[in-house]
């Protein structure tokens, strides 16, 4: 267990699952504005869903210095923001008759294997430029799939954290009942040694005394 509190956190940008979202964000920026009409609201909510999921993420981490249940309750907030872009997603192959691949589907699993060693936004904005709707929708589906599985795994993560650590009051408590208990520890030690040294002193003057008075 952590004694401290006020933990520094904010690492955000080493996390899988928001490098991931930041990868959604690249690709659904650049699919919503190649492939959905000037003018459509699905672009703005694309987007901004997109980038929901990756900025509470961000948000979570910093305000989980001083709030457990923010960062839980933000973290979760990115969870449904992908969900609503998935929707979307699924929604836009649905409407236009295009295939949405199997997950056991050949291409869905190069994806998969592909996001497992590739984290750089600017490769699936390259994505869209060169490949159709139907592949550039079916990519994303199948990364907010994996970032589904990643956020629930962080959110589980949090929890247990919550569970053992405590929120922030109780962390703050249990640092001022440790400082107050060292503190009292060494003013002991102070004490003892104080009480020690006087003895020491008593018993060399009562030495003193007991060979004068033998001399005489």
Request: include cysteine; aromatic fraction near 8%.
């Amino acid at each position: 267990m952590n004694n401290e509190f006020l933990p520094q956190k904010g690492d955000y940008r080493n996390l899988r699952v928001y490098q991931l979202g930041n990868c959604i964000y690249a690709l659904t920026y650049a699919f919503a504005h190649k492939y959905l009409q000037v003018g459509d609201r699905t672009i703005d909510q694309m987007i901004q869903a997109a980038r929901s999921g990756k900025q509470n993420i961000a948000e979570g981490s910093v305000d989980g210095c001083t709030s457990s249940e923010m960062e839980i309750k933000l973290t979760n907030v990115a969870k449904a923001s992908m969900h609503e872009l998935l929707i979307d997603y699924e929604d836009f192959l649905m409407v236009r008759g295009l295939e949405k691949w199997d997950g056991k589907d050949s291409r869905t699993n190069q994806v998969r294997n592909y996001c497992r060693t590739h984290m750089e936004p600017e490769a699936f904005i390259q994505a869209v430029e060169t490949r159709s709707a139907e592949t550039c929708a079916n990519i994303a589906i199948t990364m907010l799939h994996q970032f589904d599985v990643m956020i629930c795994h962080l959110i589980e993560t949090q929890k247990q954290r919550f569970l053992q650590e405590g929120g922030i009051k109780e962390q703050m408590y249990r640092a001022r009942v440790q400082q107050r208990g060292a503190q009292s520890y060494w003013s002991t030690q102070g004490a003892q040694s104080d009480q020690s040294s006087r003895s020491s002193r008593s018993s060399r003057s009562t030495q003193s005394t007991q060979s004068t008075q033998n001399k005489e």
